[in-house]
């Protein structure tokens, strides 16, 4: 039975070097921008305070590739509720429904922020499913 070689320095530094790069690209992959990823599944709406013409009631996101999917939300305008449905895409700039309206995410726990970059109002949605 051959005797096992001791590896080489270079063997140990090209391993050393492809851990690190490894470790390195984990955590840029756990710090990056938000993916779709984070924003499937079912959220529903803090009651707002003060005066609104509408209370949000829930939204559903379901992915159809790594950064984009369907939606369809709910909102209730005094007696009717109204629903809605669209596309949406998770950029690095935030989220984009229909390609027209974008907001800035935050993610607090198992709860999303959503803020409208123009007016600055936002919405707290909290995962339920």
């Not at 390195?24 to 756990?30: E, I, K, N, P, R």
Request: with cysteine; proline share 5%; charged share 20%.
């Amino acid at each position: 039975m051959p005797v096992p070689k001791e590896p080489s320095m270079k063997t140990v530094s090209h391993l050393w070097m492809l851990s690190i790069l490894s470790a390195t690209l984990t955590m840029v992959g756990c710090t990056g921008q938000p993916s779709n990823s984070m924003l499937v599944g079912s959220w529903e709406g803090r009651a707002a305070a003060g005066e609104q013409p509408f209370s949000f009631g829930s939204v559903t996101f379901a992915p159809t590739d790594r950064s984009s999917g369907t939606y369809t939300a709910e909102a209730k305008y005094g007696d009717t509720t109204r629903v809605q449905t669209g596309h949406f895409v998770v950029t690095g700039d935030g989220l984009v429904l229909d390609g027209e309206r974008t907001y800035d995410l935050r993610f607090e726990d198992s709860s999303v922020v959503f803020t409208d970059p123009t007016s600055g109002n936002s919405m707290t949605l909290d995962r339920f499913n």
